[in-house]
Each structure stands twice: as C-alpha cells, then as structure tokens.
C-alpha cells in the first residue's frame, strides 16, 4: 500500500525549533521530488518548501526561507523539515506531497502549533 505519513508536529514555543518527518511505504522516494506544504485554519494550503529527487536542489517560500531547512534522505525513504526561529504563524497542518510529472502522493499530515 502506498503510503505517506508525517510525524514530529506538536506544541514549540516562539523560537523554538521542530523537525518534521515525512516517510514513505510502498514506493520508493528516490524518483520523487517532495515537498512540504501547510495549511492554517480558515486558510487555504500553502506552499513551504521542495527539494528535487537526489537532493541536489532546494526551494522555500519567502515566509520561510532561512528558518526551515528541507532535506531528505533516500536511503531511509524519509523526508525531513527543520524548523527553526518557530513563529505563531507557522502554526498549521503541514502535509508532505511526493511528485513527478505523472504521479503525485500526499500524507495525512501533522499538526504544529507555535505558542507559549
């Protein structure tokens, strides 16, 4: 069966930081670029971060860019995102999505909230 699933959300207080992972079941990561996406309440998904399939390039949103770090590691068919400097507007479901140009995966997600 093929299967995303993301853990690692919980509770992080303002300025603290998080590492979300994103494994996979039932299909090898290798071929996929992946990406992170987040979705706050009464707003719509929003796009977070990418990384390409062998890891060699890396996106992220202007909102995220130099806290969250994006990573992956093939052998362990896992997808990673650190989040450092945590806000309260990072607060949200964060989903990982496996992708190519004729396939695309998406996990259940994981919630983060930034609070004290």
């Known amino acids: 069966q093929v299967q995303l699933v993301e853990s690692g959300g919980g509770l992080v207080q303002p300025g603290g930081s998080l590492r979300l992972s994103c494994a996979a079941s039932?299909?090898?990561?290798?071929?996929?670029?992946m990406s992170w996406y987040r979705q706050a309440p009464g707003k719509e998904r929003e796009w977070v971060a990418t990384?390409?399939?062998?890891?060699?390039?890396?996106n992220y949103a202007d909102s995220v860019k130099g806290r969250f770090t994006i990573s992956r590691d093939n052998a362990k068919n896992t997808v990673y995102l650190q989040m450092n400097s945590a806000k309260p507007e990072d607060t949200a479901v964060y989903y990982c999505?496996?992708?190519?140009?004729?396939?695309?995966?998406w996990g259940q997600g994981t919630q983060v909230t930034v609070s004290s």
């Open positions: 999505k496996a992708s190519t140009a004729f396939r695309t995966y």
């Open positions: 039932g299909f090898s990561l290798s071929r996929y670029a």
């Open positions: 990384i390409t399939s062998t890891g060699g390039g890396t």
